[in-house]
Every structure is written in C-alpha cells, then in structure tokens.
C-alpha cells in the first residue's frame, strides 16, 4: 500500500438486475407497455429466456457498453398473453437464474395459461410466502416450503395484506396489488 493516494478516481454504480426484473414483472402482470433503460443484460439473459417461453412480447432495443464496461441494453415490455413455461422455474448459481429474480416469476405465474411450478431451494420455506398471493385471488398450490404451482391466468382482486418478513415475496404482493381491481392495502 501507500501512505497517500494522490489521484481523482471516478466509479460507476452498477446497473441492478433485481430492479429491472421488479418492473418487467409489474409490466407483464398489470399488461402495461413500458421501456427500461440500462438493464445489464449478463444479468436478465436466462430471466429473459424464461420470459420468452412464457410467450411474453419483450424487445431488446439499443444495446450498449456501461461506463463499467458492463453490457446494457433498452427493454421494451408489451402486454402479453402469457403461458406457462414448459419445465419448472428455479435458481442457479450464477450464469443460471438469479436467487433474487425467482420471485417474480410467481406473480407473473398469476397471469400466464396453465400451471407453472416454481422451485425455490435456496431460502428455507420462502416458498411459503407465495401463497400470500391467494389473498389477491391466485391459485397457488404449496407442494412443500420450497416449491408451488401456481394455475393461472387469474384476475386478481384488492385484499388487506400484511407485508411478510421477506423482501422479495413483499415486492412480488406489491406488483400483485398494482394489478388487482379495487383498492389493496
């Protein structure tokens, strides 16, 4: 090391994967047109696979460097008839499906022709929490605290719901909400 570092050094935050699945989700759910831009694509590629078997109308648009050198791109998100995908949605170590992205697939599952299984191994009885989306009028089977399926398409309905202890099952209650008639609290 050195006793003092004498130079201007500049650092660019890194785009957040989970941000921009937490809108593509809302998009799909609530059947909304909506860009996002700088979504780092290393990070969305299988999500957006899984999204594209699922018959979701996704373009990518403008694809370009970071600032950190890191490939990002513009995506467009039109409504969708959505189906449920082929085989189970779950996680993997990294370039596999992102842990924090899983949850969004429940929500989106609500929407989506069929039965879709979602397998999350990772978090002790996270799987649990997906239930909670029955509270807003999915159809949600618990096979065990790791994996549920989820029959849809469903319209979902306002409900009074309480925020579980976890952040993403939170989020995915909340892009629920936003699509539900009436008024969620």
Sequence with gaps: GVHRIAKNISYEISEDPTD???FLASALVTKSRITLKRCPLEFLELELLVLEKMNAHIKIKNEY?????????DIEVFPSSLVAPPEKITARPYPGLNIDNLPFFAVIATQAKGETLIHDWVYEKRAIYYTELEKLGADVTLADPHRVFIKGPTPLRAAELVCPPAL???TILLIGMLAAEGESH
């Design 20 to 22: 921009a699945m937490f």
């Design 65 to 73: 460097k970071g600032k950190n050198g890191a490939r990002l791109a």
């Design 168 to 170: 993403r099952p939170a």
